[in-house]
Structures are given as structure tokens and as C-alpha cells.
């Protein structure tokens, strides 16, 4: 199942009438979707950059997209790398105290 599909499975759950929102409310777990849906956006740049050589001769990993992505032409520098590995990490922690409630 793609990270699109998954997304879209939650989506239709939130909406579903026949969910009862006893453990964790419908705002929760709509927040936790749009952050997934954000963070899929990135990590497919990131996933899908291709390597190419700055102007400094260093090697990085440059998003070459079309104009229809969602996020433009960009270089991943190792903060920029580093700092969406600490967002993936911070979200999954939050999905985790989620998932937590609900068992």
C-alpha cells in the first residue's frame, strides 16, 4: 500500500459516521493525517532527488521535479536531510502516543 493510499484510508476513517471518537478525538487523528500527508510530500523529494555535483564540486542530492510537484527545485544539504529526519521521528512519536490510546 503506497503512503498515498494509507493516507487516504485514514482520511476515509475520520469521516466515517460509524467511528466513535472515544479514545482519541477526530482532531487528533486529523492533525496526525495532515502532518502524514505533509511529511509524504517531503520524503518523496528526498527519496527522488537525484545526486549531482554543487558549485563547490561536493556531491548532494538535488529534487529535480516538474512543475506540478508540490515542492520546487531544491537542494538537500545535510542539515536540510538531518532536519527532516528529526521531523520524521517527532511525528512518528506523536502517531505512537496515538496509536497508544487506542488499544
Not at 487528533?28 to 502532518?35: K, T
Not at 527522488?48 to 555535483?53: G, R, S
Not at 529535480?64 to 512518528?92: C, G, H, N, S, Y
Request: charged content about 25%.
Amino acid at each position: 500500500m503506497t503512503s498515498g493510499n494509507v493516507r487516504q484510508e485514514l482520511q476515509n476513517t475520520i469521516n466515517s459516521p460509524l467511528v466513535s471518537f472515544a479514545k482519541v478525538t477526530q482532531t487528533e487523528l486529523q492533525a496526525c493525517c495532515d502532518e502524514f500527508e505533509m511529511l509524504i510530500v517531503k520524503r518523496n523529494a528526498l527519496i527522488h532527488a537525484h545526486p549531482i555535483t554543487d558549485t563547490d564540486g561536493s556531491q548532494i542530492l538535488a529534487y529535480q521535479t516538474k512543475i506540478t510537484k508540490p515542492l520546487p527545485d531544491m537542494k538537500w544539504l545535510r542539515p536540510e536531510v538531518e532536519a527532516i529526519i528529526q521531523e520524521f521521528d517527532a511525528a512518528a512519536c506523536r502517531a505512537g502516543v496515538l496509536l497508544d490510546r487506542l488499544r
